[in-house]
């Protein structure tokens, strides 16, 4: 009796000591979870900080960039400019954004940028408004539309261009300054344009909704502007780079199908119209769709924009998502995603070493931007339709691998490159100080003309003025990169550069998810 009481309370003891040691290393597990978590968190909103901060130097180029009459003029070194343009045809045109470096305003990359940056407000003007850049991207893309709703004085007459191109570039002299000849080009029913008609009416039904709320005149003009342009580029079709050979040169278009199904879709958007649907997924869609082949999103090509755009009314919308054509734009979008994830069976091996999607020599940033700001907007919109995962070939990816890959894009921007230099000008410690602009690199005080102006580009000295938010052409496939203002090729920025790294750079500033809807 007595030994078999005493084995029992032995037996208890060992029983005590287990459980206080289990218990034990559970306080440890959760303390090291609670340390990893908020190791985790810290990082995190280390990482939004980051993106905020460039989100508010990005926006500054289009300050940068504005043509006309300057209210509330933020840049110091940028005054009133091209303030007659238009005026040989009793138009006000003066508005509008310069296109690079250079003092022209071509409208078919313009109107892209109101397009793309129309698209990151109505998907992240949250993210915008908790770092402040809310008020500043809709001023700046009401800058632009102001001046397309001017270069549309007739249903079927829409001016594309101004400024000589041969002209402006034998120049290099500040805008405030120019003297040269300012022409305009227009498009219409016996020199049609369909690409450059259609994407301008894109732009004006994504702006549309951007301003509903906000202006609800203005937007009803603008969607009035925009069914207009889409009837005129629908029913006069013609590639406009080919009707007026002489804008090839800069932005030669390689078809207007592709325009028609962004603009019908953002139509679909703004309006509800069944109408506009039916069109991006009916002989239209057969005829320019190209299903199942992913491309690059550019000024150029808007198929892989459509292709997303047209999957968030997949996600969101139960009364037409069981279309067939809509499935396969879906399917197409994936394509895309899979193609861009480094681990996919189908990831392109158009990349640098280092990891950058790399496509083009001639600012080469434009497509790897474009493409992480589209895997972001998938991402969220698998996030906020509770999509747990999509397949390439076989292997399943989640929506935190398409918004690591976009955070990979936007960090090698930021400086996390062989350079170690940031190619958004004004963020970080190192970045580019020769940028080819000629309002940046010419003094304010200077006195110059068109052909004076020209020791400047050549000038040693880095440029006296600070394009804060350019986003320069970027590196070579060698991931090298000569900072020289001759060197137009990697330091030319563009204004369609910077529609899509502020698209970037809001849908990185928080993760969360995005509204189903944009009315």
Known sequence: MGEKSKKGGWCGWIIVLIVAAAAAGAIVVLVMKKHKDSSSDAASAASEKKYGDALKIAMQFFDVQKSGRLVNNK?????????????????????????????MKFNFPMAYTAT????????YGDQMKGVGQLEPAQDSLKWITDYLINCHPKDNVLYIQVGDANADHKCWDRPEDMTEARPL??????????????????????????????????????????????????KYRGTYSENIPEVATYYNSTGYGDELLWAASWLYHATGDQTYFDYATGKNADSFGNFGNPTWFSWDNKLAGTQVLLSRVSFFNSKVSNSDTLQEYKKTAEAVMCGLLPKSPTATSSRTDSGLIWITEWNALQHPVASAFLAVLYSDYMLTSKTEKMTCDGNEYT?????????????????????????????????????????????????????????????????????????????????????????????????????????????????????????
């Open 399 to 519: 929506p935190s691998d398409l918004r690591k890959f976009a955070m990979s894009q936007a960090n090698y921007v930021l400086g996390d490159n062989p350079a170690k230099m940031s190619y958004l000008v004004g963020y970080g410690d190192k970045y580019p100080q020769y940028v080819h602009h000629r309002g940046a690199s010419i003094p304010t005080d200077a006195d110059t003309n068109c052909k004076e102006g020209w020791k400047y580009l050549d000038s040693t000295e880095p440029n006296p003025n600070v394009a804060t938010g350019a986003l320069v052409g970027g590196p070579f496939l060698n991931e090298t990169y000569i900072d020289s203002r001759n060197n137009s090729i990697q330091g030319e920025p563009t204004t369609y550069n910077s529609a899509v790294i502020v698209g970037l750079l809001s849908g990185l500033v928080s993760t969360s998810s995005v509204v189903q809807s944009f009315t």
């Open 185 to 234: 080009i227009q498009i219409n029913a016996s020199t049609p344009g369909t690409e450059v008609a259609a994407e301008t009416a894109a732009a004006m039904a994504a702006a549309s909704l951007v301003f509903k709320l906000k202006n609800s005149a203005y937007s009803s003009n603008l969607l009035r502007h925009s069914k207009q342009l889409f009837t005129f580029a629908d």
């Open 116 to 123: 793309v940056l129309s698209w990151a407000i109505l998907e």
């Open 75 to 103: 840049i110091s070194w940028r005054g009133d400019s091209a303030v007659k343009d238009g005026s040989q045809e009793k138009l006000d045109l003066s508005q509008g954004m310069y296109d690079a470096g250079d003092h």
